[in-house]
T-cell receptor, first 112, second 114 residues
Framework: TQLLEQSPQFLSIQEGENLTVYCNSS?????LQWYRQEPGEGPVLLVT?????EVKKLKRLTFQFGDARKDSSLHITAAQPGDTGLYLC????????????FGTGTQLKVEL | NAGVMQNPRHLVRRRGQEARLRCSPM?????VYWYRQLPEEGLKFMVY????????ESGMPKERFSAEFPKEGPSILRIQQVVRGDSAAYFC????????????FGQGTRLTVV
């Protein structure tokens, strides 16, 4: 059972466009992380959100944690080719340490 | 994530051999997690360890796989009698004692069983 569903699975856009990636679950998480992974490399942590309704910004990236802490979104403004990569959301549950359940992933390609 | 060191980066083993994957966590981190990423699949949790203790091994296959995190030295993920289906990228992550769920990943070990 995949507890975290991401959409879309694949996204190919032109430089300068905006995009939103969604991460949905029927389960509640104590925190949620977003990672980006490039081919042949490990996931790199982008952000951690812990409070329902929380919004965090990282340059052109905006992350939101749902009020009920079951879902999250990642919005990229004016995408650039350097944003290309696999975006992964991952949730941690209370009492589980930092054991993470990963989403299905969104493969983003930004073309010139 | 450069702080989490995994070696080797690439490992080739013949069927039936043993594979040993090593992970040194970031300085100050006492929690280590192993994940496996099969081709065309997502990252799946395998095991969670603290120094000298296995906390959660619910994601570990019942046979041939074992993990340890000794008092001194790196964490080791050991796969005995490897089979082709074990071919995957194995990632180690570490987190500090008082974390908020974030974990920092190493660059992974890519195991190929031939």
């Amino acid at each position: 059972t995949q507890l975290l569903e991401q959409s879309p699975q694949f996204l190919s856009i032109q430089e300068g466009e905006n995009l939103t990636v969604y991460c949905n679950s029927s389960s509640v998480f104590s925190s949620l992380q977003w990672y980006r992974q490039e081919p042949g490399e490990g996931p790199v942590l982008l952000v951690t959100v812990v409070t329902g309704g929380e919004v965090k910004k990282l340059k052109r990236l905006t992350f939101q944690f749902g009020d009920a802490r079951k879902d999250s979104s990642l919005h990229i403004t004016a995408a650039q080719p350097g944003d290309t990569g696999l975006y992964l959301c991952a949730g941690a549950r209370t009492g589980g340490g930092n054991k993470l359940t990963f989403g299905t992933g969104t493969q983003l390609k930004v073309e010139l | 994530n450069a702080g989490v060191m995994q070696n080797p980066r690439h490992l080739v083993r013949r069927r039936g051999q043993e594979a040993r994957l090593r992970c040194s966590p970031m300085k100050g981190h006492s929690h280590v997690y192993w994940y496996r990423q099969l081709p065309e699949e997502g990252l799946k949790f395998m095991v969670y360890l603290q120094k000298e203790n296995i906390i959660d091994e619910s994601g570990m296959p019942k046979e041939r796989f074992s993990a340890e995190f000794p008092k001194e030295g790196p964490s080791i993920l050991r796969i005995q009698q490897v089979v082709r289906g074990d071919s995957a990228a194995y990632f180690c992550a570490s987190s500090p004692l008082q974390g908020q769920g974030e974990a920092f990943f190493g660059q992974g070990t890519r195991l190929t069983v031939v």
